[in-house]
């Protein structure tokens, strides 16, 4: 049996992800349940199957795979609704496609190589989804060419952006607090949407959101990030997670109302289920998959 994931696997599974962290009823953010800040289910699964082939074209480097995901969505919805996804699935294909016994450690030796062609590439994507909030940094600003290598850019931007801080901790939010809230619940309940919920709320009430910080600045994103404590709490004692829909989509409510989408919680959700996904594919293709020990435990709109 080859130990290689094909394309058209790692294709597959990165749709399937986008799709579950879809269905789950996630507060704020657009789901089966409910739309909300002008985007659709119907926007985010069209994004997700035009991205798929750029973020897993074997032998690409890594910022073309984000360059041409970014690109066929915008031309694709007409808004940014994945950049957070592209930035965060990228580097777990690329390390995928080496059929690496250790996910999470080959993922780091992806983003320890990007380089100032991967950053120039990246920066065009940047800019061109232009997200909520983006603004003008003073260094490393993706509107100027890039000076340095990627990894820099983006510890530059770690404080601030949680997506960002996954750079520079190899995925450290990913391989601990999502797969550790997302492996638990597979456990405990049969429909996986559940367990894409309890990731999303692992985040949400671990850390203020930063999608919602660059927006609405950071009092706004630590007021959500306590408001989720107790529903992360119900839901980790919950017997039956359904029971506790009627008081998510009322919450669910009131964050659209102003405004606040905790994008960036989604977005590592989705990442956190793909890489749950590639490990078993691995193992399915004969290599063990396993994370280090510590991982276990012109702009088309600004949409996210």
């Not at 997302?182 to 309890?198: F, G, I, S, T, V």
């Not at 910080?213 to 630590?222: H, I, L, S, V």
């Amino acid at each position: 049996m080859s130990s290689i994931i094909s394309q058209a696997k790692l294709e597959q599974a990165f749709r399937d992800a986008c799709a579950e962290e879809l269905a789950a009823p996630k507060p704020g953010n657009v789901g089966l349940h409910a739309a909300g800040h002008g985007m659709t289910v119907v926007d985010f699964l069209r994004s997700a199957d035009v991205a798929a082939p750029h973020l897993c074209e074997r032998a690409a480097p890594l910022g073309r795979r984000i360059e041409g995901a970014v690109a066929a969505t915008c031309e694709a919805v007409g808004q940014n609704t994945n950049l957070g996804i592209v930035l965060l699935c990228a580097p777990l294909t690329m390390a995928a496609q080496d059929s690496p016994p250790d996910l999470r450690a080959a993922v780091t030796r992806v983003l320890d190589a990007a380089d100032i062609a991967d950053a120039e590439a990246v920066f065009r994507a940047i800019a061109l989804a232009n997200p909520g909030g983006l603004g003008d940094a003073q260094r490393h600003d993706v509107r100027a060419p890039a000076t340095v290598s990627l990894a820099v850019a983006m510890a530059e931007a770690a404080d601030r952006d949680r997506i960002a801080r996954q750079w520079t901790t190899g995925f450290a939010d990913v391989f601990g607090t999502g797969l550790a809230a997302y492996a638990e619940a597979r456990r405990r309940w049969p429909d996986p949407k559940w367990a894409a919920l309890a990731a999303y709320m692992a985040f949400l009430s671990s850390f203020p959101d930063s999608h919602i910080g660059r927006k609405f600045g950071p009092d706004a994103a630590e007021r959500v990030r306590a408001d989720a404590v107790p529903f992360a709490r119900r839901l980790h004692e919950a017997s039956d997670p359904a029971s506790l829909i009627p008081d998510m989509l009322a919450w669910d409510a009131a964050l659209k109302t102003e405004g606040f989408n905790p994008g960036t919680s989604a977005d590592l959700t989705v990442a956190t289920i793909f890489a749950h996904k590639i490990v078993g594919r691995l193992r399915a293709a004969g290599n063990d998959g396993s994370v280090t020990p510590r991982g276990r435990h012109g702009q088309c709109g600004s949409g996210s």
